[in-house]
């Protein structure tokens, strides 16, 4: 019976840490998901993990205990938003497209970032996610935190402040990424608006900006939008392909 105290306890830990990644990382943590679907899978994983940790030594202080409980949540936490803030430039430079094109005004529940998205950031958030799992992106992010047992034992008590620049970092190469990925839309729909500006300047009674402006900027914006796709979830993917290899090292950088 006291031998079953520490592989139990070492169950609980690794489920923390499992649970808190499972339950922000993108594909997972989907609105139109079971809601049993994100507990159950990180039962069986934590179940597959845990005879390959060492044991914890419950210590007999509670406190302890619950620290490191905290502790291997934060450290699931950090490593799955690092994914999570990557993952959303697409449906950021999806909404700020949306904005240059006239398509704001249609918005739909987007399941990925459970927010209110134009239909074009729904779009691209759902792209995203199919490559997500096409690529098997899903998988190497469990392997990440399976691996990081291996750095950072089961039970080891210290909050993860480490990794608070490479999430600020991660932060600014979100914001860098979604303008870089709406930079062709952007600028064609600026080429566009010079030129009905132009036009409404040699013509001023046609009023351009009403009678041809909304009409050509949507056209020729959507049309640059769907160009643009596949290179956009090329750039973005490369990206959060990078993102998923550093969890390791987010996770190990002690």
């Given at each position: 019976?006291?031998?079953?105290?520490?592989?139990?306890?070492?169950?609980?830990?690794?489920?923390?840490?499992?649970?808190?990644?499972?339950?922000?990382?993108?594909?997972?943590?989907?609105?139109?998901?079971?809601?049993?679907?994100?507990?159950?899978?990180?039962?069986?994983?934590?179940?597959?993990?845990?005879?390959?940790?060492?044991?914890?030594?419950?210590?007999?202080?509670?406190?302890?205990?619950f620290t490191g409980l905290l502790c291997e949540g934060?450290?699931?936490?950090?490593?799955?938003?690092?994914?999570?803030a990557v993952y959303s430039a697409m449906a950021m430079?999806?909404?700020?497209?949306?904005?240059?094109?006239?398509?704001?005004?249609?918005?739909?529940?987007?399941?990925?970032?459970?927010?209110?998205?134009?239909?074009?950031?729904?779009?691209?958030?759902?792209?995203?996610?199919?490559?997500?799992?096409?690529?098997?992106?899903?998988?190497?992010?469990?392997?990440?935190?399976?691996?990081?047992?291996?750095?950072?034992?089961?039970?080891?008590?210290?909050?993860?402040?480490?990794?608070?620049?490479?999430?600020?970092?991660?932060?600014?190469?979100?914001?860098?990424?979604?303008?870089?990925?709406a930079t062709p839309v952007v600028a064609v729909v600026?080429?566009?608006?010079?030129?009905?500006?132009?036009?409404?300047?040699?013509?001023?009674?046609?009023?351009?900006?009403?009678?041809?402006?909304?009409?050509?900027?949507?056209?020729?914006?959507?049309?640059?939008?769907?160009?643009?796709?596949?290179?956009?979830?090329?750039?973005?993917?490369?990206?959060?392909?990078?993102?998923?290899?550093?969890?390791?090292?987010?996770?190990?950088?002690?």
């Amino acid at each position: 019976m006291d031998g079953l105290v520490p592989l139990l306890l070492t169950f609980v830990l690794v489920f923390a840490r499992v649970a808190s990644l499972t339950a922000v990382v993108p594909v997972f943590a989907l609105t139109g998901v079971p809601k049993w679907v994100p507990p159950l899978l990180s039962l069986v994983i934590a179940a597959l993990i845990a005879p390959h940790v060492d044991a914890v030594d419950p210590g007999g202080r509670v406190s302890v205990l619950f620290t490191g409980l905290l502790c291997e949540g934060l450290l699931g936490a950090v490593s799955g938003l690092g994914v999570a803030a990557v993952y959303s430039a697409m449906a950021m430079a999806a909404d700020v497209a949306a904005s240059q094109t006239a398509m704001a005004f249609s918005t739909m529940f987007d399941p990925f970032t459970r927010a209110q998205e134009s239909t074009l950031g729904t779009l691209a958030s759902l792209l995203a996610g199919a490559c997500f799992v096409g690529l098997g992106l899903h998988d190497r992010v469990l392997i990440a935190v399976a691996r990081s047992f291996e750095i950072v034992p089961a039970g080891v008590i210290g909050a993860p402040t480490h990794a608070t620049p490479q999430l600020i970092a991660l932060v600014e190469a979100t914001l860098q990424l979604g303008v870089e990925l709406a930079t062709p839309v952007v600028a064609v729909v600026w080429l566009v608006n010079l030129f009905v500006a132009l036009l409404a300047r040699l013509a001023p009674r046609m009023n351009a900006f009403f009678a041809i402006g909304t009409t050509l900027t949507g056209s020729v914006g959507m049309l640059m939008f769907a160009v643009s796709i596949p290179w956009m979830l090329t750039v973005h993917t490369a990206a959060v392909r990078d993102v998923v290899d550093a969890v390791v090292g987010l996770l190990g950088a002690r």
